[in-house]
């Protein structure tokens, strides 16, 4: 398959052998003797063993991302792209991240390309076979980002799973996709969004926080033509999961918010900085803050706390650090 490559999961995923090589003990801790899927070969997915490259990278991308014993790996199956329907969306995929990749060609810096990456999201297995076949029919999220098919990064599993309802509280089973992703040039989607497209045509898809994404934000419009479903990971987590998840964000969310601190800035020379890394649409509603704090609408402190909702404090603290001092020694 011709994709781009991506970093972490993806990089090694991608310089798997064809064929697979199994070893010869078998031996995978628990989670040997856990009963196994019977739906692989009618849903076209072929599963992985222990020893096959695959099934070990994501395995242990699996084992760091939920951390401890809390969730147990029961199975990892790989999309045969056996179907007339399967096949065509990997073709399609492949058309489109083509078209991506010539679209941001000549941009200052070389472009962003297609910038492929691995997303997870979950499924029911009610929606597998019809997602796998047919691809997505609707967006399966609360909708705070935005209409969209939201994913978690490789490297942020355990959001996807906290997210995800189990099939039945009883068993506690979750079907997870692990997914090609064309996300091109991202912009940033602040929370309660009602946003369904790219703002303008310079943009490919969403990401909640640029410089350490939690959630991609793929367009409903998108959401069949730049997801590739290509890895089914089957888990079971333990019982009231979600909830204890739940209270222990709240119990973070409690704690007294670290206080950003950072050297002066004037305002107007943040916006102007800031609009380098965000969207018109965002910058347009950061210059309202900023007008109505002019007006005397709102506190300085609150225009900060709104600025910071819609930024995310990591790219504000990265301007401020680089800018900051310089604005200083003037």
């Given amino acids: 398959m011709d994709y781009a490559r991506t970093e972490s999961l993806q990089a090694s995923l991608d310089s798997e052998q064809e064929g697979s090589t ?14 196994r899927p019977s739906f692989a070969e009618e849903y076209g997915l072929v599963e992985l063993l ?8 994501i395995y242990r991308n699996c084992k760091s991302g939920l951390g401890g014993d809390q969730c147990q790996l029961l199975s990892i199956l790989r999309n045969g792209f056996g179907t007339l329907g399967a096949r065509a969306k990997l073709k399609s995929f492949q058309v489109f991240q083509e078209a991506v990749e010539m679209k941001h060609v000549g941009e200052e810096g070389g472009g962003v390309g297609s910038r492929v990456k691995y997303g997870w999201c979950a499924v029911t297995k009610t929606e597998l076979k019809s997602v796998l076949e047919y691809g997505f029919s609707q967006p399966s999220n609360d909708g705070s980002y ?7 990064p490789d490297n942020a599993l355990r959001e996807c799973v906290k997210d995800s309802a189990a099939d039945s509280e009883e068993d506690g089973m979750r079907f997870l996709l692990l997914s090609r992703v064309i996300l091109g040039k991202s912009e940033v989607v ?5 946003q369904s497209c790219p703002s303008s045509p310079e943009f490919d898809s969403g990401v909640d926080d640029l410089a350490s994404p939690k959630k991609y934000i793929v367009w409903s419009t998108h959401m069949n033509t730049h997801v590739l479903p290509e890895f089914l990971v089957c888990i079971k987590t333990p019982f009231n999961f979600n909830r204890k998840q739940n209270q222990n964000q709240n119990q973070n969310q409690n704690q007294s918010p670290r206080r950003l601190r950072s050297p002066w800035m004037p305002f107007p020379v943040l916006i102007k900085a ?3 890394f965000l969207p018109p649409s965002q910058i347009f509603i950061i210059q309202k803050h900023y007008r109505d704090q002019q007006d005397m609408r709102i ?5 900060i706390q709104r600025v910071r909702r819609v930024t ?10 680089t800018l900051g001092h310089k604005v ?3």
Wanted: aromatic share 6%.
């Fill in 146 to 152: 935005g209409r969209g098919l939201y994913l978690s």
């Fill in 328 to 330: 200083q020694q003037r």
């Fill in 50 to 57: 222990e020893g096959d490259k695959a099934y070990d990278l």
């Fill in 274 to 276: 800031l609009s380098k």
């Fill in 312 to 321: 995310g404090d990591k790219l504000l603290v990265h301007i401020i650090k």
């Fill in 22 to 35: 199994i070893s010869e003990s078998g031996s995978c801790d628990a989670y040997d003797h856990q009963p």
């Fill in 190 to 194: 602040p929370r309660g969004s009602t």
């Fill in 299 to 303: 506190s300085r402190s609150e225009l």
